[in-house]
DNA sequence: TCGTCTCCCACTTTTGAACAGA
DNA sequence: ATCTGTTCAAAAGTGGGAGACG
């Protein structure tokens, strides 16, 4: 779709010619209001394949490293791979983190996604400030068992199941500068956890009763296509650690969640919920609250309780306050002080997966990469590429080497066969996992322009082409110059996307924009599986 | 039978549109 | 006409519980 989009700016002239080869967002060709907005959405990656997979390079073995540090589970904590020694990372949460991880942390996934709580909150020291950073969360297998909650622990309950690619979540404010980064706290409130293996919403897929540790990447790269080469600074908070479940077996994390969390208050031993079963005559739960967790059992009236829980809702809220995520203009607004406990993370040494080099057209374009410190994104168009594989149903049969241009020939024999019945294009069906290569779609008779990359391109391609054109193909800017008189080509690219349904062409709803500000001040996410599903049409008639 | 999952409920919080006033 | 502050309804987010499912 990447060709159609460009046909279509080129059609207004807004896209200029790019060497053969070269993608044109590299070479500047973008128009600056367009890169500005592919910059400011956060968007979900694919990644991820079982260790088995040949395409398997380093990263998804991360997922059966040793276990980590997580309460019930001894055992040595998940190997980060900071890469830069000055850049410090700290959860600023880490008391209510460590709280729920004393009892093993329980998190709730859901069809539709739900959300993290506590939720992944830190601050960052030591990042360039005037050079430009991504951050971005993935979740890894903390190992590879299945658990079930057995009297009051997590006990082993089998190997785990394979588990689904994983998903890449680039923070919305992506990409700031290290200034911005490290002025205020960086929060992951809005990432959803989900167990809907077809989930198009860009949440990270989990499966229930297994274990997971989150991990957080902060990547230099002014661009999308920059993160994709970068070196990956990642760091993990042992504390993070915890199990999806999609009802809680824990009572006591169940209270911890309901003292904390500012959306269960109905739930709290003063709210209206619990007055209402009190009432009823259903006794309270009796959760052994024999910590620093609040004592729910012992009623709203002890003094103590009410202190400490107003403590403990103070995190909270802070956890919550922080998650301006939507709001560009103040995601990064002043926090105010906590007055939670924050320790310094030193992320231990990871030895850097051997990812898939970077092509070399690419490669060249940035400072000499050891390609064991090229990105996790890099080995997640692995990732792709052999779970496309392994669901191709079509074989291929088009000669990708004649199409694919010549700089990018390295990489080929590490990527499956284009497959043309897993591409995001308008004619094809939408696939739940994008393949690493995609098609222009157009008909044999009108290949693409010169100077436009090839009609099989790999995975940072793809990348991009996902992210825009549905959103800016539905919209029409005022301040575009109109569009020339169409050559066939234009035109054939243009009546691609007429197939398209409404709701990828216009964002749906009174509020959609007739025009495509510069900043909206709350962007629709904008990711390859986002826009797949329009708002209105609910999961549960997929 | 049991463990797990899904759906719906009642509740709270968040969000943004609509409105009034300066 | 523009900006700012307030109000209010809708949307989103919560855990609980009943029932379905394998």
């Known amino acids: 779709m990447y060709e159609e989009e460009l046909l279509y700016l080129r059609s207004r002239g807004m896209a200029p010619p790019a060497p053969l080869g070269l993608h044109p967002y590299l070479g500047g060709g973008l128009p600056a209001n367009l890169t500005d907005h592919i910059e400011k959405y956060r968007l979900g990656f694919h ?57 093993g942390t329980e998190m709730i996934i859901t069809k539709l996604g739900r959300r993290m709580f506590p939720t992944v909150k830190m601050s960052v020291s030591g990042l360039e400030p005037n050079t430009k950073y991504f951050v971005l969360m993935d979740i890894t297998p903390a190992d590879d068992s299945r658990y079930k909650f057995q009297g009051k622990e997590w006990v082993v309950a089998g ?13 919305p404010d992506s990409p700031a500068s290290g200034a911005q980064w490290m002025r205020h706290p960086i929060s992951f409130q809005k990432l959803k956890l989900t167990n809907n293996n077809l989930d198009q919403q860009g949440h990270i897929i989990l499966n229930s009763m297994h274990k997971y540790q989150p991990r957080i990447h902060i990547v230099a790269a002014p661009d999308l296509v920059t993160l ?42 003063n709210g209206q919920l619990r007055s209402k079963k009190r009432s009823g005559g259903t006794s309270p739960p009796a959760g052994d609250m024999n910590t620093s967790a609040p004592k729910a059992t012992e009623g709203a009236t002890n003094d103590a309780t009410l202190e400490k829980r107003s403590r403990l809702n103070s995190v909270d809220s802070g956890d919550l306050d922080a998650s301006d995520d939507e709001r560009p203009s103040s995601s990064m607004s002043v926090e105010k002080d906590l007055g939670d406990e924050k320790v310094d993370v030193e992320s231990p040494p990871t030895p850097p997966p051997p990812f898939l080099p970077p092509p070399p057209i690419i490669k ?173 049409v609910q999961a549960a008639n997929l």
Request: aromatic share 10%; net charge positive.
């Open 364 to 536: 060249s374009e940035v400072e000499d990469t050891s390609p064991s410190l090229v990105s996790p994104l890099v080995s997640a168009a692995s990732m792709m590429a052999a779970a496309a594989a392994g669901v191709a149903a079509v074989p291929d049969h088009t000669s990708r080497k004649a199409l694919t241009p010549p700089t990018l020939a390295s990489i080929e024999p590490r990527l499956p066969l284009h497959d043309a019945s897993s591409i995001l294009s308008p004619a094809a069906t939408r696939p739940c996992l994008p393949s690493p290569t995609y098609s222009t779609g157009l008909p044999g008779s009108l290949q693409p322009h010169p100077g436009m990359p090839g009609s099989s391109l790999p995975y940072p391609y793809l990348y991009y082409s996902h992210m825009m054109s549905p959103y800016l193909l539905g919209r029409t800017a005022p301040h575009l110059p109109p569009a020339p008189p169409t050559s066939a080509l234009d035109k054939a690219a243009r009546d691609m996307y007429a197939g398209y349904p409404t709701y990828l062409r216009t964002p749906p709803g009174p509020h959609h924009h007739s025009s495509l500000p510069a900043t909206p001040s709350r962007p629709a996410p904008i990711h390859p599986y986002s826009y797949t599903l329009p708002p209105q």
């Open 47 to 103: 990644g991820g394949l079982t260790h088995h997979s040949p395409f398997a390079h380093g990263f998804p073995g991360d997922y059966l490293k040793p276990p980590v540090q997580c309460a019930g589970f001894p055992g040595p904590g998940l190997p980060g791979g900071k890469t830069d020694p000055r850049i410090k990372v700290r959860l600023e949460n880490e008391t209510l983190w460590s709280q729920f991880n004393k009892f």
């Open 228 to 269: 994709h080469w970068s070196t990956f600074n990642t760091f993990n908070f042992p504390q993070t650690c915890f199990t999806a479940v999609t009802a809680y077996q824990n009572e006591r994390i169940t209270q911890l969640k309901i003292d904390n969390n500012p959306f269960a208050k109905g739930f709290r031993e």
């Open 159 to 171: 190997k785990a199941e394979p588990h689904m690619p994983g998903r890449l979540y680039i923070h």
